[in-house]
């Protein structure tokens, strides 16, 4: 398969890279990355098998591409500026990968070509430009996005696979979209506002926090006609958090880097589908409003 992955980052290049081992690939990344993957390839370590150096194509335009498929791995606040670039060329599907909800209605709203939902729960770090590392071998989950069986799923399930990369086509993204948000929920904002790691949102008094966003998130699923129980969302955020107590959020690393973060996807997008259903999420709306308050301090909203 021809393969662009737009947004080239830490997840970006280690599944850009896994998949240059079987694939042809593009990687639409920042200029000192860009230049370094053209000019001595792409480095892989870590948890990975397969080649220790890929050499996938590298560009910092995403304009005028052509591929079967565009894995879209940027920042959710970057989705419409990834599709409407995307729609200058000729691509026949797209995958997101990306954290938060609302990024594959972008994506689908801005171009022709079919979009599939996903999830990866491979761990990443850009090293520095040029090298990526796999701190933890997960899983990537893709479907439909409404749910649904998909032809189209599991084609590049397939091409996924070949590729090393352990790979679940599923019938049920909705669901799967919003337990996952009911985990970022309860561990992001708290974790980035508290300068903690994930850990930390299993005991005292943060756990409380945790648990009410996360029970808050479901009852919204429920509200958009998902089935996702509260004890269930709370269990997969703890299940989350205990497998992964010692790590940083990527909500945490944005504040410790002085970036912004994608609050607005994660629980700014449960208190906005939380007023279209006249519900009311306290936790959720407190920690968006922490924040973004945080982020317009600095300038970055």
């Given at each position: 398969m021809d393969i662009v992955v737009f947004g080239a980052g830490s997840l970006g290049s280690l599944v850009g890279g896994l998949l240059a081992g079987d694939h042809d690939v593009t990687l639409v990344a920042r200029e000192d990355h860009a230049r370094a993957v053209r000019e001595s390839g792409l480095s892989l370590e870590g948890a990975v098998d397969g080649p220790a150096r890929v050499f996938p194509a590298a560009t910092t335009d995403g304009t005028g591409l052509e591929a079967d498929l565009a894995v879209v791995t940027v920042k959710a606040f970057d989705t419409e500026t990834a599709a409407d670039r995307l729609a200058t060329g000729a691509i026949d599907a797209v995958l997101s990968l990306q954290n938060g909800m609302g990024n594959e209605s972008i994506l689908a709203d801005r171009l022709e070509a079919p979009v599939l939902a996903g999830t990866a729960t491979y761990g990443a770090v850009l090293r520095e430009p040029g090298v990526v590392a796999c701190t933890g071998v997960g899983e990537v989950v893709l479907g439909a996005r409404e749910g649904g069986p998909s032809s189209l799923a599991d084609a590049v399930g397939d091409g996924f696979r070949s590729a090393g990369i352990e790979t679940l086509v599923a019938a049920d993204m909705p669901r799967r979209l919003w337990e996952k948000?009911?985990?970022?929920?309860?561990?992001?904002?708290?974790?980035?506002?508290?300068?903690?790691?994930?850990?930390?949102?299993?005991?005292?008094?943060?756990?409380?926090?945790a648990r009410a966003a996360s029970r808050e998130t479901?009852?919204?699923?429920?509200?958009?006609?998902?089935?996702?129980?509260?004890?269930?969302?709370?269990?997969?955020?703890?299940?989350?958090?205990?497998?992964?107590?010692?790590?940083?959020?990527?909500m945490a690393q944005d504040v410790r880097a002085g970036r912004r973060t994608e609050i607005d996807a994660i629980n700014g997008y449960v208190v906005d589908r939380a007023v279209d259903h006249g519900l009311s999420v306290p936790t959720n709306r407190t920690l968006a409003a922490l924040v973004r308050t945080w982020e317009r301090g600095r300038g970055l909203r």
């Open positions: 948000l009911a985990v970022n929920a309860g561990i992001n904002a708290i974790t980035a506002l508290t300068e903690t790691e994930n850990g930390a949102v299993l005991d005292a008094p943060a756990a409380d926090l479901a009852r919204v699923a429920r509200a958009c006609d998902v089935a996702l129980s509260s004890d269930e969302a709370v269990a997969a955020m703890e299940a989350v958090a205990e497998a992964t107590a010692a790590n940083t959020s990527s």
